[in-house]
């Protein structure tokens, strides 16, 4: 379709941060909001509409643009250009990050006080740079928006968290140069090996896949663990989790819906797209290794879950427990396992966006994320109880719910792996089902605590849900059951994909 451009889909956000940031638009509060989420619900629907005319059982990748200078391609000497194109692993991260976004903006109206047009501008410059991940087709190019997505994220932050903010930003960003440095280093080795092997200068992610019998081993698991790195800090995984609750529990509540919904699928796409297509025969190695550290990570995470004070860092702790099921299901290397991944992140950005939607609006209330502080203010607020109950039986895996399907497909698939290692692989799938009784206890702890326990006196005059918070988690709730019910709409996006993931691993 003509009209269908990724290049005008990724950086028409940039273009409405430059309207914004133009010093002839006017600077009130009233009118940047509306501008913001008009332009967000716009650009919502263009991205559903990738979606209406995508071709599920294509191969390959479709809609494929390259943005070109002056009709030169974007450094060509060096083989590097600025192609952008999606499968459907990544039209399922756009359209999920469009709808984020949207999610976002409509809860800033309550939580943002004050330098609307900086803050408007740098969640479109945010969505613009993630959306630039998803779709790019040169390693180089991932490897820019990837850089560029950190500006945003940093002032996101600082600007517009708590008095300790800007600490955490500062904080957040060392973590993320640590895996940028990592990530760029693995990209100029294997770049320049692959030129001297082939003779060809390329950084499309295509040709890069690694023949074992012209790259030595030792080069690609060197630069397979460079990538891990990069990735894993990202996601975040134990014991390179720090950063993400530390941000989450300080930022503003807008910016902690945005983190929890987008930021981390970076991380898992990078490992898809890299660390599995790329290094195929490196990846079966470690998978073992791999599927270990995913149930260390659900166990670990999810007990320092049930121990935090605050319900952010509680909720930021539970999100990357859930990670760990994700992993386990990219580890398994079968189409069970991989496809319950894929679902799993995007299980896991509803959910846990729709959880931080009911703490943005306890908190707006309360003025507290404390769990000491709170209790039984389901008695005063049962429109946010019985939605938060929705998506905190979702979050535990109940039947008919969104999360539901894909933890069952993750510890299937682990249990129908052929990896070496049976016994380790075996155990470790039995330890993962077993685990999900953490989780029902970290997210039922949660919200008894929250919602259930005594009623406080100085929580008895506060209101409800206003109409539009009902709206929002309304929506959310209503595509947890869609999804919980009808699981196959989303595992069609992409279900091709895995099969020829799956046949470059040739398992």
Known sequence: MNFLSLIWLILAPIIAALIIMFPYFPNHQVKVRRFAKW?????????LLFLAFFDPGMFGMSYEKELTFFGISWLKSLGISAKFAVDGIALLMVVLTTFIVLITLFMSKIHIRSKHKLYYSMIFLLE??????????????????????????YFLISQWGNTEARRAAIKFTIASFTANMFLFFGMLILYYYNFAVSNVLTANI????????IYPLWFQITVFVNFLIGF???????????????????????????LAGILLNTGVYGLIRFNMQVFPEIFKLFAPVLMVWGIVNIIYAGCLSIVQNGIKKMVS?????????????????????????????????????????????????????????????GQVMPKCMYLALIICFSAIGIPFLIM?????????????SNLDQQLTVKIAAFIGLCSIIISAGYIMYFFYKVFCSVLLDQWKKIKDLSPQEVSILSALCLIIIYFGVYPMSIIQIYQSVSSIILDVLQV
């Open 39 to 47: 332009f967000a619900s716009l650009h919502f629907v263009y991205a």
């Open 128 to 153: 613009s740079a993630l959306l630039g991940i998803f779709c790019a087709k040169d390693m180089f190019l991932f490897f820019v928006f990837w850089e560029l997505s950190l500006i945003p994220v």
């Open 206 to 213: 295509e040709s890069l896949n690694m023949d074992e019998k």
């Open 232 to 258: 894993i800090i990202r996601i975040p995984f134990v014991p390179f989790h720090n950063w993400y609750p530390d941000i989450q529990s300080k930022a503003a509540a807008p910016v902690n819906i945005m």
């Open 317 to 377: 702790y539970a999100q990357i427990a859930s990670a760990g099921f994700i992993m386990i299901g990219l580890a398994s290397l079968n189409s069970t396992g991989f496809n319950g991944a894929v679902f799993m992140a995007a299980a896991c950005a509803i959910v846990y966006s729709a959880l931080f939607v009911v703490i943005s609006s306890v908190q707006f209330r309360t003025k507290t994320t404390y769990i000491t502080s709170l209790g039984g203010i």
């Open 404 to 416: 539901f399907t894909p933890k069952l497909m993750v510890l299937s698939g682990a249990m129908l």
